[in-house]
């Protein structure tokens, strides 16, 4: 194989089987000899990819983790699987890494052939996941779109269905997309009123990025997530719970994980924090107090005392 960038790339794939190549292998495969073996291995390294040689009379070579995460050469199956299973995570908002699953599947579909994307929609269209009904799903394609909008700062264009069903078109300069509990936000300033705006992604429809570059406008809040937050702690027409949990307040958003990230959680001292919690369903914010494992006093509303009686009556005639 004469042709070098080619001949790299094949070496590439080789070593990106979990295996340690025998360098007369490597040079049999290509057919090459050995001596242009060690001198592409040594490109690969320039090119900031971690390959190992093993000495010995006839030497190995085998690619190790390093410092930095290089370019990966995928095959077909492979592309297809990865780009399946972060469909999966993206759309239903997995804690932890959806917003990490859109970026990824952003720009993995970005450079899928088209026969392999003609595939990934095909099997997304051909499985329904079991969902916990616990949050509303979301197109991944029009995740995707969004989120590579914010990351080329393009204006977008899309449907939107308010809380009362009225339905609008929308201009937005996108600046965040924001996983909220079970929920994905996208923040953005509205161009037709001249505002910030916060929008659910569940109620977006035909995301349109429209190639119109734009410079970025200072957030009227620290960051996104902080934006999120107070906003939906303004929209929530319920009052608020305001509790003190004995449990540090660090413990309280791990056990919380996602779920907690709307909610202002401050500590009071090192064993024990204060939180304020907005829903509309006092029954799950009561059922999410008991599951923190600790002991609490809550503060208001004076309805979620009644929630927790009734609770506590049913358990233990449950119990027996």
């Known amino acids: 194989m004469t042709d070098t960038p080619a001949r790299l790339l094949s070496l590439l794939s080789l070593l990106q089987t979990p295996r340690e190549w025998p360098g007369s292998e490597l040079a049999e495969r290509l057919q090459v000899s050995p001596r242009t073996i060690r001198r592409d291995i040594d490109r690969l390294r320039d090119l900031g990819y971690p390959v190992e040689a093993t000495m010995g009379p006839v030497g190995g070579y085998r690619l190790v983790a390093g410092t930095a995460m290089p370019p990966l050469l995928l095959d077909d199956e492979e592309a297809v699987a990865i780009a399946v299973g972060l469909r999966a995570a993206a759309g239903h908002a997995v804690v932890g890494i959806e917003e990490a699953s859109v970026r990824a599947l952003g720009k993995l579909l970005q450079v899928l052939p088209a ?54 078109r929308r201009q937005v300069e996108p600046n965040r997309l924001v996983s909220a509990g079970r929920r994905w936000y996208l923040v953005g300033f509205d161009l037709d009123r001249d505002d910030w705006r916060l929008f659910r992604v569940d109620r977006i429809s035909e995301p349109f990025a429209t190639g119109a570059r734009f410079t970025p406008r200072p957030l009227p809040a620290e960051d996104a ?11 929530s027409p319920t009052p608020t719970l305001d509790a003190t949990l004995h449990l540090p307040a660090d413990e309280v958003r791990h056990r919380l994980g996602g779920y907690g990230d709307a909610d202002e959680i401050v500590p009071v001292d090192e064993r024990s924090c204060r939180i304020r919690s907005h829903t509309d369903a006092l029954d799950w914010l009561a059922v999410r107090l008991l599951m923190l494992g600790c002991e609490f006093e ?3 509303p004076p309805e979620m005392h009644a929630r927790l009686r009734d609770l506590a009556g049913r358990a233990a005639r449950a119990a027996g």
Do not use: W
């Open 225 to 235: 997530a902080a934006y999120v937050a107070g906003k939906l702690r303004r929209q």
């Open 115 to 168: 026969r392999l994307r003609h595939r990934v929609a095909t099997l997304d269209r051909a499985t329904l996941p079991l969902l916990s009904g616990d949050g509303p799903t979301v197109d991944p394609e029009d995740l995707t779109v969004l989120a590579n909008a914010v990351a080329n700062r393009e204006r977008l264009r899309f449907g939107y269905r308010a809380g009362d069903g009225a339905q609008t």
């Open 298 to 300: 809550v503060h208001s």
